[in-house]
């Protein structure tokens, strides 16, 4: 199953970078209101707002918009700079069998890492200057799946860069970076995000 993975989004990088960007654009958008649509049937939220105009409160256009907004700009703050890398051979997708561990230890690295970057970029987004960037978020007073995608467009831009610069690092250090973690990194944080935003602890008492 990885290496099919592996094997598609090969191709999908050796297209021209305007179709990868829009191919990850409806891949990201069908996989991100999948997840929507489970944890809303889990936690008993809708969104149907997001689809339906008609009869939406001031709030929820506003949720609408920023949702619809950070679907899009996520794909086109990640995906430039992925496809650029892949053609470099910095980003590079190898063999799931032969490197599985090396692939294991990359994605670990990438959840610990960007712990520590959400951390210090979300305590700089509270201070003077950036907050009321940050306000946009926090205009949502009880959070829900849907706040997962509720940002100002520099803070999507603060919290979806994080794999650029962990590539370029990691590029400097190593030489390389494999995509299949990167891929896999991307798809949790949707799900972590979505979840950590629910406002309900479905995990059992144990996590």
Request: proline content about 3%; some cysteine; hydrophobic content about 55%.
């Amino acid at each position: 199953m990885f290496q099919g993975l592996n094997n598609f989004y090969e191709r999908i990088f050796e297209l021209p970078l305007l179709v990868s960007v829009f191919s990850f654009l409806v891949q990201n958008t069908l996989v991100t209101l999948c997840i929507l649509f489970i944890f809303g049937f889990i936690v008993h939220q809708s969104i149907t707002h997001l689809f339906i105009k008609k009869n939406r409160t001031e709030h929820q256009d506003f949720e609408a918009d920023y949702f619809w907004q950070t679907l899009v700009l996520i794909p086109l703050i990640n995906i430039p700079w992925m496809w650029l890398f892949y053609q470099k051979g910095i980003l590079v997708t190898g063999d799931v069998q032969i490197f599985f561990w090396i692939m294991v230890l990359q994605f670990f690295t990438l959840v610990f890492f960007h712990d520590l970057y959400f951390y210090w970029t979300h305590r700089l987004l509270h201070t003077l200057l950036p907050r009321k960037i940050h306000g946009v978020h926090h205009k949502e007073r009880e959070t829900t799946i849907v706040t997962s995608h509720i940002f100002h467009a520099f803070e999507a831009f603060i919290n979806y860069s994080f794999g650029l610069w962990f590539v370029i690092t990691t590029g400097i250090i190593f030489g390389k970076v494999f995509l299949l973690p990167v891929l896999l990194f991307i798809l949790y944080t949707i799900i972590w995000n979505i979840y950590g935003h629910s406002g309900n602890n479905i995990l059992p008492d144990w996590l």
